[in-house]
């Protein structure tokens, strides 16, 4: 007896889209070959953010199985009851896709091809859903397909944590949820992909004058955050402590870093019930601690430095699955207790200010926002509460 079902379903594939098989009477289920399966890296942890909104984030992957290549037409969100909730077309589509390992926007998978689309849903308080799962239409010149996958539970498992830095007019740059710089760092690594940064935060603080620096723009003590005391985000264990490197010359990225030296001198801290905190690019000579050492919130552990793989004094701030600064999944948090004073207009504009020593355009809020429990969004300007001795 000849079984020959994999070469058929090819054929299938090759000759019309969407071809199936079925039993008779039979009660399995049927089955449909499609062209690309799609699904959700890590399932997703819905945030609130200091826009008053939750943010739900998330990779999906489409691996193209077949021997054609096709074009992403439509991407549809469902609840898990059916309910279309986001949709994505044409270019729209394409601006949040790219090749696997890639940064540029696609519209087309070539055979046997994977791709990521980056997701970012965002919704009014009590209207997230508790499952998604996904719609997507695809073409090519043998016709046209629409098929389901990607389905996923969604969570509200947030970690509170203290602030940690104290003080005003500090800018979350490249936070959520749209920055390329962290939100498409997707790296292999020890036969793992891992997305570390996938919330993660660059901190960085201008004057009185709205600007980033005063001086030498090459000089790290021009800089306003420069030398800014950091501080642990709650009881912790710290379970690394790096401190052997030296400052970057600011004003441009080093040349390529070997992976243990990208985030220069940092502190890796295990919260409770397993997340970690990582500290990067910290000032040469100023962590407080120790591995092995335990911490108590708001307590002094380092200051804000230049070193690692970094253009600009800045504390880089996220939360991760396993101790790993690069070889763990972020996770969403939220802090506690944060005022949003404004917004910077344009990241675009942030990058050619900071670069020129020039002032930061910043959209004041008639009234400081009063934020409880959210995570400060892409280009806040944010006053901390001052930190006691």
Same mark, same amino acid.
């Given at each position: $007896?000849?079984?020959?079902?994999? &070469? ?22 049927? @089955? ?7 699904? +959700? ?5 819905? *945030? ?8 739900? #984030? /998330? ?8 021997? @054609? ?35 540029? &926007? +696609?519209?087309?998978?070539?055979a046997h091809q994977m791709a990521v689309v980056w997701m970012h849903l965002s919704f009014a308080p009590g209207s997230v859903p508790k499952q998604i799962e996904h719609e997507l239409t695809i073409g090519s010149e043998k016709g046209t397909i629409t098929e389901?996958g990607g389905e996923s539970e969604v969570s509200d498992d947030v970690i509170t944590l203290g602030p940690p830095l104290e003080g005003e007019r500090w800018v979350a740059v490249d936070s959520c949820c749209e920055s390329l710089t962290h939100r498409r760092a997707? $790296? ?8 570390? !940064? ?9 004057? %009185? ?6 001086? %030498? ?5 021009? /800089?306003?955050? /420069? ?6 985000? =709650?009881?912790?264990? *710290? ?6 490197? !030296?400052? !970057? *010359? ?12 990208? %985030?220069?001198?940092? @502190? ?8 970690? =905190?990582? /500290? ?38 996220? #939360? ?13 948090? +939220? ?7 404004? @917004? #910077? ?7 050619? $200010?900071?670069?020129?020593?020039? *002032?930061?355009?910043v959209n004041a809020l008639p009234e400081p926002r009063a934020c409880v429990d959210e995570l400060p969004m892409q280009l806040s300007v944010v006053h901390f509460p001052t930190i006691g001795e």
């Open positions: $007896m000849n079984c020959n079902v994999l &070469p058929i379903a090819a054929g299938l594939l090759t000759l019309g889209i969407g071809a199936s098989m079925s039993r008779g009477e039979s009660s399995e289920e049927s @089955i449909q070959f499609t062209p690309v399966a799609m699904k +959700v890296m890590k399932p997703p942890i819905a *945030v609130k953010g200091s826009d008053g909104r939750f943010h739900v #984030v /998330y990779e999906l992957k489409l691996a193209n199985a077949s021997p @054609i290549t096709c074009n992403l037409e439509r991407l549809a969100v469902l609840t898990g009851d059916g309910k279309e909730i986001a949709t994505y077309v044409g270019e729209k589509l394409a601006a949040i896709t790219s090749l696997l390992g890639g940064r540029d &926007p +696609v519209s087309v998978i070539g389901k997707l $790296m292999g690594l020890n036969g793992h992909l891992y997305l570390a !940064q996938r919330f993660a935060i660059d901190w960085e603080q201008l004057n %009185d004058q709205h600007r980033t620096s005063s001086g %030498d723009l090459q000089k790290v003590e021009s /800089y306003s955050c /420069y030398g800014k005391r950091v501080f642990a985000v =709650a009881d912790a264990e *710290v379970v690394a402590a790096v401190d052997e490197f !030296q400052n !970057q *010359v600011p004003g441009g990225l080093p040349g390529k870093l070997p992976p243990e030296e990208i %985030d220069g001198n940092h @502190i890796i801290l295990k919260l409770a019930n397993g997340p970690f =905190a990582l /500290y990067a690019h910290l000032k040469p000579g100023s962590l407080r601690v120790k591995s092995g050492q335990r911490v108590k919130r708001g307590e002094v552990i380092a200051q804000v430095g230049n070193t690692g793989n970094t253009s600009a004094p800045h504390l880089h701030f996220h #939360v991760m699955s396993r101790p790993s600064a690069l070889g763990s999944n972020g996770i969403p948090y +939220v802090i506690d207790a944060f005022e949003v004073t404004g @917004i #910077v207009p344009s990241i675009d504009t942030y990058n050619k $200010m900071e670069d020129e020593g020039g *002032v930061v355009p």
